[in-house]
């Protein structure tokens, strides 16, 4: 057999095993015409496919049958599916089937014998050879999270325990169920059927996120729909916040042994930031997206894990309104009703459902999948409140993205492309706020405008710093702030791209343009210092901003001028110092020494000798006091001079 | 911990990147060091006391990667690990097995042999030496299905982690894994055509 041959092989029996067996023969006698043999291979192919049942279904098990048979071992019997035999019994519990299976572990359906009384549940056990720490640590985990919950969807923890040989096992209730996606394709549910459902799990979530439980891990498999209920399950990597929101472990960030489900990982789980309640808003979007659109959002050929990663993180959702008609498979009735009776009215019930889509699902299905955290719903129940209104036909609180923000992230995204385009991107949004100006509108909504219109500008200048584009950044700065002069952000904006600028004139070997920039950022930096004389960060960026100016004074042998301005610049410190009080950090007090240091040595050079000792002196005590020993030895060498 | 290698953990994420990087050369220079990793743990793992306990490949396969590779490498990481682990994972099975039918050999009877050469599955025994050279049969006719084969039978990852590694669909998954699971089955009971023609009994196990 050549591979062109098995391709051709494996075509025809794909297409076979499509159709309904009584149909193969059929199907295999039209397309493999007068080539018998090919037939044949497709009919034996076929045939194994009936007869393989489970084989190689199943991973690779028990390697213990190879080394517990090494001759000088004894021979062991133990050759259960690394698991345990039906009818295992725990506790009270008599194992029946399995009925799930997970890297670490599998659960299996049970029944408790009780003298008269008789149950089904599920039990979730540790799998032999799993028990590592870090999976024990997580049953325990899971454990925890579920003996607090309490919820109609949620499935709950029964009873807890260790086997025999010290495996944990969890029982909890059996869910003879359906995931939900199937849920509803199965039974055709109707958009507002869809949205009940998922609105039931909202209540789950919710009801965690109160318990400081995130779920983290939400998606159609762990939930399971019973007579109409749907049910959580599975709370096996859950994370327990803090009261204050924040994850409790977040030195624990590696990543999970059992690979992602990256289909519904929120971009912050994708690239290992912490994960809060908004991570869970996030996956129910995208568990919301596919309910009811039958798709995942960001469209379904990606290909390689990378760029799903790359999809989840940078690009834009689709539209759920944009997929209804551009694929058949939707499996709701709105877009499928009558399929088979009149094309025309496939057509008309598909726009029917696209029009429900668009507009307000659309809105609310976008604004849980939006990159940034804070920008989600606040809650879960936020979240399923708005999906409320939607269904009572009230207004919803759920906004496309502003243009403003919208034209941000395009120049953030393209920020090299966009080189010529400040001038005109500013003006052109200026143009939009006067027609706004123009138009009989409210102030409220100029004022809208207007903010929208300095934010972009702030994101302007912003993506060309990051860009490493500081002329560009320092021209837009220049033309936001003296639009908005009072803005602090403008403020700053300016304060930046100036000593960024500055930095590049310098290496430039413009020692005089970078001079000037300098002075213009310390200038800026000084204003904004002064409206927050607490603010330890300002204080900070004057501070470095002076220290800059200092050396690039000294280095063009303005003494004088280099010395006021690390005069200042001690000072300043001083001033920070004074800021974090008792609670000043090392690198504080290194500042500090640092400053002293170097007025010190610049009043040596300008002959005021017991001032510029004074100075040296203070260095070495708060450098001996750290410990720092290479500056005390050189400090005690220049002092012994 | 004793005989760690975490040592190398910089090293074979070092080797992972390159792969992510399309670099050919790094898988041929990370295939043996995760044999001797998966081949270390089978080891150890029996050496420590708890005779009774069963491992299953998965596992061997799950706690390499943890211990070899560092956590904080990138997601896309874990996909090139398996596919690199699974490979190698069918390579220490199918040493097992050979050794233990070497060391049978000579009194014990064909029946024992036989057996030894088995991974026990859920619902019954397959035997490696067999399911080997199926799979180097179907690696000629098809490459990317031998693939798809180990990650599934041997690293026991899913479906859709499988359609993760391999960057392809889950439904591709699906198809390819039907026709290959039925190829290697007609291979394995000796249902090929060939085999057909000369009046085997196909249905046989």
Redesign the interface.
């Known amino acids: ?3 062109q041959r ?2 051709q092989i ?1 075509q025809l ?2 297409g076979a ?1 499509e159709r309904p067996a009584q149909d193969r023969a059929a199907y295999l006698r039209v397309l493999c015409a007068r080539d018998d ?1 090919l037939r ?2 497709v009919e ?6 009936e ?21 000088s ?2 021979p ?1 019997h ?5 698991g345990y035999p039906e009818g295992y019994r725990v506790g009270p519990y008599q194992f029946v089937r399995r009925i799930g299976r997970g ?2 572990g599998a659960v299996w359906l049970a029944t408790r014998f009780d003298q008269e009384y008789r149950k089904q549940v599920a039990i979730k056990m540790v ?4 028990d ?1 720490q ?1 999976i024990l640590r997580r049953f325990r985990t899971e454990r925890q999270v579920l003996a607090n919950l309490d919820h109609p969807n949620i499935a709950r923890l029964i009873d807890g325990g260790s086997t025999p ?1 010290g495996l944990p096992y969890l029982v909890m209730e059996y869910v003879e169920g359906t995931p939900i996606d199937q849920y509803c394709e199965w039974r055709r549910c109707s958009i507002s059927e869809r949205l009940h459902l998922f609105r039931a799990v909202c209540s789950a979530v919710h009801y965690a996120h109160q318990n400081l439980v995130v779920h983290r891990d939400i998606k159609p498999s762990n939930i399971m729909v019973a007579d109409g209920i749907p049910k959580l399950l599975d709370f096996g990597i859950a994370k327990l916040l803090s009261p204050d929101g924040a994850t409790l472990d977040l030195a624990q ?3 999970e ?7 519904y990982a929120s971009p912050e789980q ?1 690239r ?1 930031e912490p994960i809060t309640t908004a991570t869970d808003v996030y996956s129910l979007g995208v568990l919301l997206f596919r309910l009811l659109t039958g798709k995942m959002p960001y469209g ?2 990606l ?7 790359h999809a989840i993180c940078e690009q834009g959702p689709l539209r759920p309104s944009s997929l209804v008609l551009a694929d058949d498979s939707t499996g709701i009735p709105e877009a499928t009703q009558k399929m088979e009776a009149v094309s025309e009215s496939r057509d008309k019930a598909r726009k029917r459902l696209r029009k429900k889509l668009a507009g307000d699902l659309d809105n609310i299905i976008l604004m849980a999948l939006r990159k940034e955290p804070h920008r989600r719903y606040l809650s879960v129940e936020q979240f399923s409140e708005d999906i409320g209104r939607y269904l009572e036909g009230r207004p919803v609180i759920a906004r496309l993205d502003t243009p403003g923000y919208q034209f941000a992230k395009f120049v953030r995204r393209n920020a090299e492309g966009v080189a010529a385009a400040v001038v005109i991107g500013v003006a052109l949004i200026s143009i939009a706020v006067v027609s706004h100006d123009s138009e009989v509108v409210g102030a409220a909504a100029r004022q809208q405008a207007e903010l929208a219109l300095q934010r972009t500008r702030h994101e302007l200048v912003a993506a060309y710093l990051h860009a490493g584009e500081p002329g560009r950044a320092y021209a837009a700065a220049q033309v936001a702030y003296s639009a908005t002069p009072a803005d602090p952000l403008a403020r700053r904006d300016l304060a930046q791209a100036s000593q960024a600028l500055g930095d590049q004139r310098e290496s430039g070997g413009n020692r005089q343009e970078a001079l000037r920039l300098y002075k213009e950022a310390l200038t800026q930096y000084e204003a904004l210092a002064l409206t927050n004389p607490h603010d330890a960060g300002v204080q900070r960026d004057v501070m470095t901003s002076t220290n800059t100016l200092g050396a690039i004074q000294l280095e063009a042998g303005d003494v004088p001028g280099a010395l006021s301005s690390y005069t200042r610049a001690l000072q300043i410190t001083e001033g920070l110092a004074a800021l974090e009080g008792s609670q000043i950090t090392a690198a504080t007090r290194a500042e500090v020494a640092a400053a002293n240091r170097r007025v010190g040595e610049l009043l040596l050079r300008n002959g005021a000798k017991d001032a510029g000792l004074q100075k040296l002196r203070k260095a070495l005590d708060i450098y001996r006091q750290l410990g720092a020993n290479p500056e005390v030895a050189e400090l005690t060498r220049q002092l012994a001079q | 911990m004793d005989e760690s290698t975490l040592g190398d953990s910089g090293e074979v994420t070092r080797l992972l990147g390159e792969i ?1 990087r399309g670099q050919k050369q790094a898988v041929n220079d990370l295939l043996p060091l995760v044999y001797d990793e998966l081949h270390r743990l ?1 080891r150890s ?2 050496r420590r006391e708890r ?10 396969v ?2 390499a ?2 211990r070899m590779v560092d ?3 990138p ?2 990481s ?2 090139h690990f ?1 596919a690199v682990a699974a490979t190698q ?1 069918r390579r220490v ?1 199918l040493d ?2 050979r ?2 039918r070497a ?2 050999r000579g009194g014990d009877d064909q029946k024992v042999l036989l057996e ?1 050469t ?7 025994p ?1 035997d490696m030496i067999l399911l080997d050279v199926a799979l180097e049969k179907l690696a ?3 490459a990317r299905q031998a693939q798809l ?1 180990e990650l ?6 899913s479906v ?2 499988t359609a ?2 391999m ?3 889950p439904a591709t998954v699906k ?1 390819s894994w ?2 290959a ?6 291979e394995m ?1 000796g ?3 060939d085999a ?1 023609a000369l009046g085997a009994d ?2 046989a196990l």
């Open positions: 057999m050549t591979p098995w391709e494996r029996f794909d095993l043999e044949r291979e034996t192919l076929l045939r194994s496919s007869q393989a049942g489970e084989f190689l279904e199943t991973p690779a098990a028990q390697l213990s049958q190879f080394v517990l048979r090494d001759p071992r004894n062991s133990d050759d259960d599916a690394g890297g670490m799998k032999r050879g799993m590592s870090e040989d960030t590696r990543p042994m059992r690979p992602m489900t990256l289909d994708v290992g379904a050929k290909g390689s894990q990378a760029a799903v990663q | 992510g089978a793992y029996f005779g009774e306990h069963t491992m299953q490949p998965t596992a061997l799950h706690e990667y943890i956590q904080r490498a997601l896309e874990h996909g398996m994972m099975l097992y097995a050794k233990h060391a049978r030894d088995m991974v026990i599955c859920e619902q019954r397959v000629v006719l098809d084969v599934r039978f041997f690293a026991g990852l859709e982690e993760q590694v960057g392809v669909s198809r039907s026709s699971r039925a190829f290697l089955h007609r009971t249902g090929s055509l057909a196909s249905s």
